[in-house]
Each structure stands twice: as structure tokens, then as C-alpha cells.
């Protein structure tokens, strides 16, 4: 059974820091691409950040020099460290795990279907 737990959401005013973490369990994590999702109420929810087995990223524009997605293969933990949080980033994060994987430099988000997802933390930035 795939499980994929986040955690570190929380509240933080303008300009802070949060550092979101996704167990996975059940998956060949070392092999599998993962997301970083957010929602915010009445809006789509939008791919944030994606990760390959061999680290390579993208970033969706918004958050691009403010956040850093990383992953520790040996724990199957993958990270999302948010700086310089705005209001505009307040929103249910999500993780995400792909049967495939990527690799290389991505400025628009790698194709990839999302097989498994995580129930979510939430994050609230506040003004």
C-alpha cells in the first residue's frame, strides 16, 4: 500500500520560511519522480515544484528563487523549502508520486501522470 505523508505546514506571516516534508512508503521512491501540488480555495490546483530520481527540478514561475524541492533517497523523504512566503502562497500542498521519472532542465512542467497523492498540509501565509 502507497502512502505519502506530508507535514511542516503551518502559519507564517510574510516573508518567512517553511519546510514541508513527504514520507513515502510502498513505492520504489528512489526510481519515481515526485510533485510538490498546492489548491487555494476557488482556485485550480497547479503543479509547484517536480523532482527526478537524479535531482533534476522544475519550478513553476511564482515560486522560482524563493522555493527549493530536494529529496533524501535513503529516508524516501522528499522536501519543499519555502522561502520569502507571500499571502498569495497560502493553499493545501500537496506531494505527488509518478511511476516514471524525468531527467534534465525543465521551463515548463515534465509530462508526467501522478499516480499516488498525499492528503495534503496546509499552509497560510498571512500579511
Known amino acids: 500500500q502507497v502512502q505519502l505523508v506530508e507535514s511542516g505546514g503551518g502559519l507564517v506571516q510574510a516573508g518567512g520560511s517553511l519546510r514541508l516534508s513527504c514520507a513515502a512508503s510502498?513505492?520504489?521512491?528512489?526510481?519515481?519522480?515526485m510533485g510538490w501540488y498546492r489548491q487555494a480555495p476557488g482556485k485550480e490546483r497547479e503543479l509547484v515544484a517536480a523532482?527526478?530520481?537524479?535531482?533534476?527540478?522544475y519550478y513553476t514561475g511564482s515560486v522560482k528563487g524563493r522555493f527549493t524541492s530536494s529529496r533524501d533517497n535513503a529516508k524516501n523523504t522528499l522536501y519543499l523549502q519555502m522561502n520569502s512566503l507571500k499571502p498569495e502562497d497560502t493553499a493545501m500542498y500537496y506531494c505527488?508520486?509518478?511511476?516514471?521519472?524525468?531527467?534534465?532542465?525543465?521551463?515548463?512542467?515534465?509530462?508526467?501522470?501522478?499516480?499516488?497523492w498525499g492528503q495534503g498540509t496546509q499552509v497560510t501565509v498571512s500579511s
Open positions: 505527488a508520486a509518478s511511476k516514471s521519472d524525468f531527467s534534465g532542465i525543465y521551463n515548463v512542467p515534465p509530462h508526467l501522470p501522478y499516480d499516488y
Open positions: 510502498g513505492i520504489i521512491f528512489g526510481l519515481s519522480a
Open positions: 523532482i527526478g530520481s537524479d535531482g533534476s527540478t
